[in-house]
């Protein structure tokens, strides 16, 4: 089945400590995104990718940090930068980033600060 | 830079009835796309439905219809007959298709959806 695979659904990291969620998609899709959720509230834009090998920062990306070396993958880091890391964190794909085309969602992972 | 306006945070509708949601965004491209997507207590994102900044009919998927007003910026979500399975978070989106920063993709801050029986 095609799609998109966020993992780990559920991840705890310690206060200082870098963490990599992991997005794959089997799409083909040019376009990848990452977005962070917080309770109640909207998706906001971490960083985006138009191509492989290319990314821009989105409207929250400090403390982010992304790799797009290969076309189905688009790791995000939460390094010990981010001062407020707990959230929901969406990955999300299209066709192309030229076209106005829906984008898909994976099931997104958790990330909780102990 | 592009934005989405939701200005209701949450909407009760009875079942069966219609409902409307709203979106209004600002941008200065002439080429962009906007989306809606549900968001049930689950977490998925659902697509529902689309409107090319270029098309000049409304949206329509199933009960769901896309009321676009081009001059005014605004690209409500009318929802027909509710039902209960209605019951979710809906985010509004726009899609920067060209210029710099294309391929963006910004979403609103959601509208809370309660459908009653």
């Known amino acids: 089945d095609g799609g998109i695979t966020q993992s780990p659904k559920y991840l705890f990291r310690k206060e200082g400590q870098n963490v990599t969620l992991s997005c794959e998609q089997n799409?083909?899709?040019?376009?990848m995104y990452w977005y962070r959720q917080d309770p109640g509230q909207g998706l906001r834009l971490i960083y985006y990718?138009?191509?492989?090998?290319?990314?821009q920062k989105g409207d929250i990306a400090e403390g982010y940090s992304v790799s797009r070396e290969k076309k189905e993958s688009f790791p995000l880091t939460v390094t010990s930068a981010q001062k407020n890391p707990t959230a929901f964190y969406l990955c999300?794909?299209?066709?192309?980033?030229?076209?106005?085309?829906?984008?898909?969602f994976g099931q997104g992972t958790r990330l909780t600060v102990v | 830079a592009q934005k989405i306006t939701q200005t209701q945070p949450g909407m009760f509708v009875q079942e069966k009835e219609a409902v409307t949601l709203d979106c209004t965004y600002d941008t200065s491209d002439p080429s962009y796309g906007l989306f809606w997507y549900k968001q049930p207590s689950s977490g998925e994102m659902i697509f529902l439905i689309y409107?090319?900044?270029?098309?000049?009919q409304n949206a329509t998927e199933g009960r769901y219809s896309l009321n676009f007003q081009k001059a005014r910026k605004s690209a409500n979500l009318v929802i027909s007959a509710s039902q209960l399975g209605d019951s979710a978070m809906y985010f509004c989106a726009i899609h920067k298709a060209g210029g710099t920063s294309y391929g963006k993709l910004t979403f609103g801050q959601g509208t809370i959806l309660t459908v009653h029986p």
């Open positions: 990718s138009q191509i492989v090998n290319d990314f």
């Open positions: 799409l083909n899709h040019d376009a």
């Open positions: 409107q090319g900044s270029y098309d000049q």
């Open positions: 999300a794909s299209s066709i192309t980033p030229y076209m106005n085309t829906e984008a898909f």
